[in-house]
């Protein structure tokens, strides 16, 4: 239980450490909050020969609210998101997500570059990523790229990541007005890892119909439904209509089976979880519309 | 085997030493400054009893490397009572209401619950539950650890009005 050698570099630039990530590459990982690297270490399932800590970096810590939407740094603690008002105010599902991570301990150290980067198949805030339509900056020394949630995760724990590129921000579009949320899951206690997920985003116009709709699902990666989406424009919201869509959404989700739960049981509860995320969500959003959610 | 030089403040005194990269924190309070009080369930980041307060904030010891703790300031359990003759208000508590047995998980308890009671003054049973979800105690069934934690809160309010 405790971690193999490795050599320690502690960077105070993010100029720094990606030229000691284009030094090292699949030799080195990167530290953030270490919640989830260090516990694979402890076990010796990483052994990498350099660890590159990005905690000495500034430039990395940062929430930049914006008329257009929100930037966040990489190595922003998961209790900082909790915290923000902004966040509150405009993204209450990355609110609410945030505040499951897992225990105060882990929360108080744990950053969000980390959890997307680790992408860990139940973890919370990657399908809230893909609900919001979250963007990610990927630097590497010679260069920087953006690539959407939708194609930063790959398969369960691989993200479009290369060796030498380190996360350094995500971008989170504004919302629609008096757009409602929802994130469901089901985990075995309160800050464990969901056993099943589903987070939405509704908005209605003066009318009650949908404007706006997005549902992912917790599956080996964050599944965007984008076939039940279409289905809900334009509908007024009713629990038959978020049930067919719910149906629609689960239909291609991967699921494993493990000692906590089948993949059936998986694919079940993330079905009823998805349609209980529509109906909460548009029920906040028709709430907002009058002014009523408190 | 190279070692870093650190230099941490722990429950108000100045400690430096050399250290390999790969000592974890709990370790480098236990062995190398003698602080016992932190103790080691786990050592992957599930159990809690390693909490410490690492810069004003409740985390795991066994996830943080020592050298990672240069220049921080640590709060460990032998730094809760505010002189060896008397107990915190937490202590207190704990040990009138009977909220430890085996007292395992008490030190990571105690410093999850001061973080708690400094951030909410008036905590929630639910609240007091949120905040210990992520310590595990095997011996008592938690309700008298929530009850000293609440008595607490009453008595620490009462001397901070």
């Known amino acids: 239980m405790k971690p193999a050698s490795f050599e320690y570099h502690d960077p105070t630039t993010l100029a720094e450490a990606l030229e000691l990530m284009a030094r090292y590459g699949e030799q080195a990982r990167p530290l953030a909050g270490g919640q989830s690297l260090v516990p694979l270490m402890n076990f010796r399932l990483l052994r990498p020969a350099h660890l590159i800590d990005l905690n000495g970096i500034g430039e990395l810590n940062y929430l930049t609210p914006a008329p257009d939407g929100l930037r966040i740094g990489a190595n922003t603690r998961q209790r900082v998101l909790e915290r923000g008002a902004e966040i509150e105010r405009r993204w209450p599902l990355l609110r609410d997500a945030a505040g499951l991570m897992g225990p105060v301990q882990v929360r108080n150290r744990g950053t969000l570059g980390g959890s997307l980067a680790h992408a860990f198949p139940s973890a919370e805030l990657p399908i809230v990523m893909a609900t919001l339509g979250a963007s990610m900056t990927l630097r590497k020394r010679t260069g920087r790229r953006t690539v959407r949630a939708g194609d930063f995760f790959l398969s369960a724990m691989a993200t479009a990541l290369e060796p030498d590129e380190l996360l350094t921000e995500i971008e989170i579009p504004a919302l629609p007005t008096n757009c409602g949320w929802s994130y469901q899951e ?91 995320a529509l109906l909460q969500a548009a029920g906040r959003a028709a709430a907002l519309i009058q002014g009523g959610l408190s | 085997m190279s070692t870093r030089q650190i230099c941490v403040t722990v429950n108000g005194r100045q400690y430096s030493g050399a250290v390999e990269p790969r000592r974890l924190l709990t370790d480098f309070l236990r062995d190398d400054l003698g602080l016992t009080g932190t103790h080691v369930g786990c050592e992957h980041g599930v159990c809690g009893a390693c909490t410490v307060v690492f810069n004003g904030e409740p985390v795991r010891a066994c996830l943080l490397f020592a050298v990672q703790a240069n220049g921080a300031s640590i709060k460990t359990i032998e730094g809760l009572a505010p002189n060896p003759d008397e107990l915190h208000p937490l202590q207190e ?45 095997r011996c008592t069934g938690y309700l008298n650890i929530i009850s000293a934690i609440e008595e607490a809160a009453k008595v620490l309010r009462a001397n901070n009005p």
């Not at chain 1, 209605?204 to 964050?222: K, Y």
């Not at chain 2, 410093?111 to 105690?137: F, M, V, Y």
């Open chain 1, 186 to 276: 089901v985990s075995r206690r309160h800050g464990d890892f969901a056993l099943a997920g589903a987070a939405s985003v509704v908005a209605l116009d003066n009318s009650g119909a949908i404007i706006h709709a997005r549902l992912t699902l917790t599956g080996s990666t964050p599944l965007r439904a984008h076939a039940a989406e279409p289905m809900l424009l334009g509908e007024r919201p009713s629990e038959s209509l978020f049930k067919n869509a719910a149906a629609r959404a689960a239909e291609n989700l991967e699921a494993d089976s493990d000692l906590h739960a089948s993949a059936e049981y998986r694919r079940h509860a993330c079905k009823v979880l998805a349609g209980r």
């Open chain 2, 93 to 137: 508590k704990f040990w009138q209401l009977h909220g430890l047995q085996c007292g395992f998980c008490t030190p990571g308890i105690l410093l999850t619950a001061e973080a708690l009671l400094k951030e909410i003054p008036h905590p929630s049973q639910d609240q007091i539950r949120e905040w210990i979800s992520g310590n595990l105690c």
